[in-house]
Structure formats: structure tokens, C-alpha cells
């Protein structure tokens, strides 16, 4: 019985350790699919209609629109040849999850969602390349 008492703290912080290592491999700001996007002038179309401009200089000004130039640490979940899904967190301002699927260089779906500032949000975009940025 003391002996169980003694391996729990023993076993939790083993498991802290791997879980924490197993986390920062994943971590990738920006992940390899992605690169295929091209740079330059975007609009964000939402579902509901409303627009977005974007200048968009490195594929990683996508994964957190919401949040802007906070920094955030990002967490690939899921990458493929198409597209890839990012958690982020962003300390004293929120969290999201974004993915984001990649039809052409020029064309791309986005969805959103989180806690920006106190506010949860929820967005679709669908993003089209519309020149060089300003």
C-alpha cells in the first residue's frame, strides 16, 4: 500500500515528462503543406458575406487571423499534402484552432475557432490570392 502511494507521484511525473516531449515535437510554426501558398495581396470571404484583406508575406499570417501579431505558440495537430490543422495559444489574449485546406496556390478554405480577448469566435473563409500586397 505505501509502496502504491510512493510510484504514483513517480509514475505522473514520468508521464509529464514523455507527454510534454511527445507535445514539443510537434510543435512546427509553420507546416510544410502550407509553404505551397503563395504569397502576396489575400481576401477573406466569410460565409456570412463579410471581407477580409490580408497581406499575406509567410503562410503562418494565416493560421491566427483572430489574434493578429500576438505571440502565440502553435501546435501542428494535422498536416498533409492539402492542408493542416494548427492549435494555438496565445498567453493573456486566448486560444484557437485552425485549419486550413488548400485547393490551388491561389485558392485556400479556412475555418477558425476560439477565445480571442474574452470572446469566442467562429469563422469559415474561403481565401483567394488578389495581387501583391500594398
Not at 509553420?30 to 504569397?39: F, K, S, Y
Not at 477580409?52 to 498533409?80: K, W, Y
Amino acid at each position: 500500500m505505501v509502496l502504491k502511494r510512493l510510484m504514483r507521484p513517480m509514475i505522473a511525473g514520468a508521464l509529464l515528462l514523455f507527454g510534454a516531449a511527445g507535445a514539443t515535437a510537434q510543435r512546427d510554426p509553420v507546416p510544410n503543406a502550407l509553404n505551397g501558398i503563395e504569397r502576396g495581396q489575400w481576401q477573406l470571404k466569410s460565409v456570412d458575406g463579410g471581407l477580409r484583406q490580408l497581406c499575406v508575406r509567410s503562410p503562418a499570417d494565416l493560421l491566427q487571423i483572430m489574434h493578429g501579431n500576438t505571440q502565440c505558440e502553435h501546435f501542428v495537430m494535422d498536416s498533409s499534402a492539402r492542408g493542416a490543422t494548427i492549435r494555438y495559444t496565445c498567453p493573456s489574449h486566448g486560444h484557437g484552432r485552425t485549419a486550413i485546406s488548400i485547393d490551388t496556390p491561389r485558392v485556400i478554405n479556412l475555418e477558425t475557432q476560439g477565445v480571442a480577448d474574452g470572446a469566442p469566435f467562429s469563422e469559415r473563409f474561403e481565401g483567394r490570392r488578389t495581387g501583391v500586397c500594398n
